[in-house]
């Protein structure tokens, strides 16, 4: 079993940075392919990024290219999503989750593991 954290969500204005946290359990987390997903009122949850296992590759939605960065640290146990020139449509809760599967997927469904979710609000 994975037990998934996040943190790092808050209130910035528009154009602004923030930087958000996974922390996972377990002893083989560098083998899992790890996403953030978000959720924003009255919508369906969304892929935003991922990144493989072991060697790391990146994925990311097209409305965040350029923008956000996912990252992870495999001695921490940590992965994380830097967001800059945040916009309003980026508000939602983001969640954090992972795959046992290392190729890397931006799929919800082959995610085995799911965090509580933080939320970020981005004001105009």
Same mark, same amino acid.
């Given at each position: 079993?994975?037990?998934?954290?996040?943190?790092? #969500? +808050?209130?910035?204005?528009?154009? &602004?940075?923030?930087?958000?946290?996974?922390?996972?359990?377990?002893?083989?987390?560098?083998?899992?392919?790890? &996403?953030?997903?978000?959720? =924003?009122? +009255?919508?369906?949850?969304?892929?935003?990024?991922?990144?493989? #296992?072991?060697?790391?590759?990146?994925?990311?939605?097209?409305?965040?290219?350029?923008?956000?960065?996912?990252? *992870?640290?495999?001695?921490?146990?940590?992965?994380?999503?830097?967001?800059?020139?945040?916009?309003?449509?980026?508000? =939602?809760?983001?969640?954090? =989750? =992972?795959? *046992?599967?290392?190729? #890397?997927?931006?799929?919800? *469904?082959?995610?085995?593991?799911? #965090?509580? &979710?933080?939320?970020?609000?981005?004001?105009?």
């Amino acid at each position: 079993q994975v037990q998934l954290v996040e943190s790092g #969500g +808050g209130l910035v204005q528009a154009g &602004g940075s923030l930087r958000l946290s996974c922390a996972a359990s377990g002893r083989t987390f560098s083998n899992y392919t790890m &996403g953030w997903f978000r959720q =924003a009122p +009255g919508k369906e949850r969304e892929f935003v990024a991922a990144i493989s #296992g072991r060697i790391g590759n990146t994925y990311y939605a097209e409305s965040v290219k350029g923008r956000f960065t996912i990252s *992870r640290d495999n001695a921490k146990n940590t992965m994380y999503l830097q967001m800059n020139s945040l916009k309003p449509e980026d508000t =939602a809760v983001y969640y954090c =989750a =992972a795959d *046992r599967v290392p190729k #890397g997927s931006t799929q919800q *469904r082959e995610y085995d593991y799911w #965090g509580q &979710g933080t939320q970020v609000t981005v004001s105009s």
